[in-house]
């Protein structure tokens, strides 16, 4: 191996603007970047390593292979041709400083802008009296508790993983719930399918369970007795085969529900909108970790058939259809953004993961109903 510069002296590195001892980081890095790609000269550029060489397997495989042991030492990699040869770019991965202040803030308003909304849900009159937010404090349980487990249950896989992820953003929106939801973000690769589906699997699978837990317990508590305002509007809600399902074994009908029900009601209502399989929704990362490419053609096609679904809904039902058009165009302008492809593309998944994943999309198709809302004036 030889060295093209004199930039690995450590003297000239320390007047760089690079952080990391060169000399040091190669004798870290090169047992593991030997097993992959066969070095024959290193560039230092004082903020990077420039590995020139030719790769012992494919190509497209030598990122994946190293980003485990990189991302160990703090490093990441590039590989590039150039000027016909191979590159490997290798440099210090820079660290996002976490402004964990906003998550609070966030947390807080959320928790503030549900409250009220449960205490309306609850026949409370804060224009009279303000104490009554009290109310509303199942009802914000519930629905933090839906919306968070999702979306902690993504953070905590991608840490798994070694992915890097944000805690979750609440989102607090003046709609009927007091939420536009929660959200997470990642930042990096994902290093494999496996991976990718995991991630992937693990909101859905853990709120749909929390939904399922409030709405038995919303099921068995007394729905408050409601004298709407003359210039409000009600929601006449459509129950998915889930919910029915849950009603009939814990022996409790109505169209009245209380509003920890109806948290549980909207935790499977997010959970279907989120499985849809197509762009970088949940079902599209679990769809993709499956299928590798070919998912784009199902990605792709999803925003037509809820497009039409849509008009199903409106033309033929003369029911109010809006919430599919809106999520098709929404889909439509995001699937064709693409998907990200994972480091070990290649690499499919075992038969134990497929299953899990066919088993996510059944139990998201139960959370399925051609007029989730309407209203009721």
């Not at 980003?67 to 040869?85: A, I």
């Not at 990642?186 to 992937?200: C, E, I, M, N, Q």
């Not at 009245?256 to 109806?262: G, I």
């Not at 197509?278 to 998912?295: E, F, T």
Request: positive net charge; glycine residues 10%.
């Amino acid at each position: 191996m030889e060295n093209r510069n004199s930039k690995m002296n450590p003297e000239n590195h320390k007047k760089g603007k690079g952080k990391f001892n060169a000399e040091e980081t190669v004798s870290r890095l090169y047992p593991y970047i030997a097993r992959v790609f066969d070095v024959y000269e290193v560039q230092n550029s004082g903020e990077a390593l420039y590995f020139y060489g030719t790769p012992r397997t494919n190509s497209e495989n030598v990122p994946g292979e190293l980003w485990e042991p990189l991302q160990h030492f703090g490093f990441g990699c590039t590989l590039k041709y150039e000027l016909g040869e191979y590159v490997l770019l290798v440099s210090p991965e820079k660290k996002a400083k976490e402004k964990t202040w906003i998550n609070l803030v966030l947390f807080i308003a959320t928790f503030f802008t549900t409250m009220v909304c449960g205490a309306w849900m609850s026949g409370a009159d804060l224009e009279i009296d303000s104490s009554q937010l009290i109310r509303g404090l199942p009802f914000t349980l519930a629905i933090m508790t839906v919306l968070g487990s999702h979306e902690m249950a993504h953070y905590l896989m991608a840490r798994y993983h070694g992915m890097k992820a944000s805690l979750p953003y609440f989102i607090p929106f003046p709609t009927f719930i007091g939420t536009m939801g929660a959200l997470i973000r990642y930042r990096g690769p994902v290093p494999s399918r496996k991976a990718l589906f995991d991630v992937g699997v693990a909101g859905p699978l853990v709120g749909l369970f929390m939904s399922v837990a409030v709405t038995v317990i919303g099921l068995n508590l007394k729905a408050p007795a409601v004298n709407p305002l003359s210039e409000s509007m009600m929601l006449g809600l459509g129950l998915p085969p889930l919910f029915v399902f849950i009603q009939n074994l814990v022996g409790v009908t109505g169209e009245n529900l209380h509003p920890v029900a109806f948290a549980g009601w909207v935790g499977m209502f997010v959970t279907l909108l989120n499985l849809l399989p197509s762009g970088q929704l949940d079902g599209g990362h679990i769809l993709r970790a499956m299928l590798g490419k070919k998912a784009e053609k199902i990605s792709f096609m999803m925003p037509r058939v809820l497009f039409l679904i849509g008009l199903y809904v409106i033309y033929w039902l003369k029911e109010d259809g809006f919430i599919w058009i809106s999520w098709a165009l929404f889909l439509w302008i995001f699937a064709a953004v693409g998907h990200p492809s994972p480091l070990h593309d290649k690499v499919e998944l075992d038969k134990k993961r497929i299953f899990i994943g066919i088993i996510t999309f059944i139990l998201g198709l139960l959370c399925f109903t051609l007029i989730p809302f309407k209203p009721i004036p």
